[in-house]
């Protein structure tokens, strides 16, 4: 028998303060960072635009430890938000006194409707299979629609033209 886990995501916020809007400030970098805690981030990474344009793409430009990198920012697709969630708060008690239920619970501490994402070896491009994967929201939205009478007749009439 697997071992089953659940969990909740309170989409409401947090606690009902107005959610901080962090557009222009969300970024995807090609690295892992093994840290997790407070950084003045804006002091060191100091992102600039390079007027270039390639495929449609503003590109802008960085470093990150001494590496440069090349990014361009992109708007999430109609209809869509980001959102940054952390575990729900649940005062200060010890990890060992926290049930798994309790481990599971999440919520919404910040939103966001567009992102930087970065490369470090080529530009960024309408091919990167990071811009790809939102073609495949269109794809499931077209997937997902119910199905009128007139799509069941011309999808028939375009059938009956392939079998000929």
Not at 55 to 71: N, Y
Not at 102 to 107: A, I, K, L, R, V
Request: with cysteine; net charge negative; proline share 4%.
């Amino acid at each position: 028998m697997e071992n089953e886990s659940e969990g909740s995501i309170n989409l409401h916020g947090n606690g009902g303060d107005e959610l901080v809007d962090l557009s222009d400030q969300v970024h995807l970098l090609p690295c892992s960072i093994k840290y997790d805690g407070p950084c003045s981030v804006s002091h060191y990474f100091k992102p600039k635009s390079t007027g270039m344009e390639v495929e449609g793409l503003r590109v802008d430009e960085a470093q990150f430890r001494g590496r440069k990198l090349q990014g361009t920012t992109i708007s999430l697709p109609e209809g869509y938000s980001g959102f940054v969630l952390g575990k729900k708060g649940r005062g200060k008690r010890k990890a060992s006194k926290m049930s798994e239920e309790d481990s599971n619970c999440w919520e919404m501490n910040a939103k966001f409707k567009n992102m930087t994402y970065w490369k470090h070896d080529s530009l960024p491009s309408q091919h990167d299979a990071f811009l790809r994967s939102f073609h495949w929201l269109a794809v499931a939205k077209v997937m997902h629609q119910p199905v009128g009478a007139e799509d069941l007749v011309s999808a028939s009439i375009e059938l009956e033209k392939f079998a000929q």
